[in-house]
Every structure is written in C-alpha cells, then in structure tokens.
C-alpha cells in the first residue's frame, strides 16, 4: 500500500485567484495521477504526472489552467488557476503500486471558488 | 479501457454477504479487473483485482466468469462501515483508471 498526504485538506477561494494542492507519498513512485471529483460525480482523470517528464493531461484538461509538477518520486503539485466556481471539486492525487499497479489515493483537497 | 456496467445501488442486510457485479463484455485479453470503493468524503480505496482466477484478501473475494465477461465482488460479512461507493473497473496494467458511476452499497442493520 502507500500513505500519501495532501495539503490542503480544504480552501475557500476567491475567483480568479490560484490554489496549489500539495500531494506527499511515503515512498518512491513512478506514477502518479490527479482526479477531479465534482459533487456527486465520480472520479475524472486529469493527468499522469511521472517523475522526469511532463505531464499528460486527458482530454478536458489543458496544462495553462492545470499545471502540474512532479519534481521527485515522493511529491506532486496540482495548480488549478483562475479560478471560477465550476472548479468547485474534490481534487485527488494518487500512485500505482503494486505487482499490477494497482492504485492508492489521498484523502482529496476539496475546494470551494466563491 | 473497456467499458464497465454496475447496478447503481444495492441494498444488503448487515452480516450478510454482498454481491456486487459488474459487467464488462468488452474485456480484453491484457486487461484486469480492478475493485476500488470510496466511503463517504474519503479517496477511494483499492480492494482486489484479477485477470482470470478467482481472488480473495482479508476484504473481499473476486469471482470473475470463464468468458471473463463479467465479475462479482463478494463482501463475505458485511458490516455498516461496507457503506460505500463501489467503482469496478478494467484496466490494461498501465496505472491509471477510469472509473464509471459505481454502486452504491448500503448495508442495513
């Protein structure tokens, strides 16, 4: 398994600011992943974040509002910039470990745009 | 990733086993079934997973069909904290998911 941290728990956010979610791992990983949880969806994929090259960011997601960096195997930050209330979100990193790397997530920053 | 079908909710009675399923007609043959659950306001968590053979952990069993087709995921016991979400999904190995709607199970006293 992994224990992995994110800082902040929670914020409330102004439009149009920026909000940078740190995402702290136990142990050295290769991959790690960013979701978006809007209230009452399920979990979105934003990018895969591995350790020495960039970000890949799926469909939806574009690196100007999202910007990622992964500047070593055990962290992880997670911009979300200019901020509007559809970023309303629950936002959860997590790693592949395992023989079939299987995933493990935080416990999610949820952040509030007003 | 292939497609994956859930009930969206389910119902079960505390102490008594729960069967999920999930259907996945799609499957591939590189590609393994994963189990995740995510109880309320908490991230998700890794259950089981399998390619072909049945599993099973200290958490749940895995039964996945010959055609490997669809699957169910047996909580043998369950108990009020198995209240959760229940996210079946089937993934090629390469880490990343993509999760559907899930099940919501509601265990009952």
Known sequence: ?114 | DAKTTQPPSMDCAEGRAANLPCNHSTISGNEYVYWYRQIHSQGPQYIIHGLKNNETNEMASLIITEDRKSSTLILPHATLRDTAVYYCIVSPNAGKSTFGDGTTLTVKP
Do not use: H
Request: net charge neutral.
């Open chain 1, 1 to 114: 398994s992994a224990v992995i941290s994110q800082k902040p728990s929670r914020d409330i956010c102004q439009r149009g600011t920026s909000l940078t979610i740190q995402c702290q791992v136990d142990s050295q990983v290769t991959m790690m992943f960013w979701y978006r949880q809007q209230p009452g969806q399920s979990l979105t994929l934003i990018a895969t974040a591995n350790q020495g090259s960039e970000a890949t960011y799926e469909s939806g997601f574009v690196i100007d509002k999202f910007p990622i960096s992964r500047p070593n195997l055990t962290f992880s930050t997670l911009t979300v910039s200019n901020m509007s209330p559809e970023d309303s979100s629950i936002y959860l990193c997590s790693v592949a470990r395992g023989n079939r790397y299987e995933q493990y997530f935080g416990p999610g920053t949820r952040l509030t745009v007003t």
